[in-house]
């Protein structure tokens, strides 16, 4: 059975919804799932920060078919969303096919977001190695 637009986004409300009560127990009881901001979105999954305190957005998909071609299109839209939210690191939350239990989920996330979710810190543009 094919999705159409109103299965989609029930199934996307309810991975962004299982998602923020995984982190909120897990976490920070302070993170929940974040209501849609238009042009401007935030991210799903709000008040998640690094252990610096600088917020973190979490985009979360929960599409069928193979991710590979979709990385980057998703990645492009959690980096605008950092950017509308002025956070930090971005990551996306992805469903992993056979499994429903959270914690058995993808995430996906730049090596930048991955350096300033450990430091608190964006790394400096420029950097090469010797």
């Not at 986004?9 to 974040?34: C, K, P, Q, W």
């Not at 605008?80 to 690191?89: F, H, K, Q, T």
Request: proline residues 2%.
């Amino acid at each position: 059975m094919t999705r159409n637009r109103q299965s989609s986004r029930s199934a996307g409300t309810s991975f962004e919804t299982l998602m923020a009560g995984f982190l909120n127990y897990h976490v920070d009881d302070r993170i929940e799932r974040r209501r849609m901001y238009g042009s401007k979105d935030r991210g799903d999954i709000a008040s998640v920060r690094c252990f610096k305190g600088g917020r973190v957005v979490v985009e979360c998909k929960d599409e069928s078919g193979e991710y590979a071609g979709r990385l980057g299109q998703w990645m492009d839209e959690a980096e605008r969303e950092r950017g509308n939210d002025d956070a930090i690191a971005c990551a996306v939350m992805a469903k992993r096919r056979a499994t429903r239990l959270p914690g058995e989920q993808w995430v996906i996330m730049t090596a930048d977001d991955f350096v300033a979710l450990l430091t608190g810190e964006r790394p400096q543009a420029g950097w090469r190695a010797a």
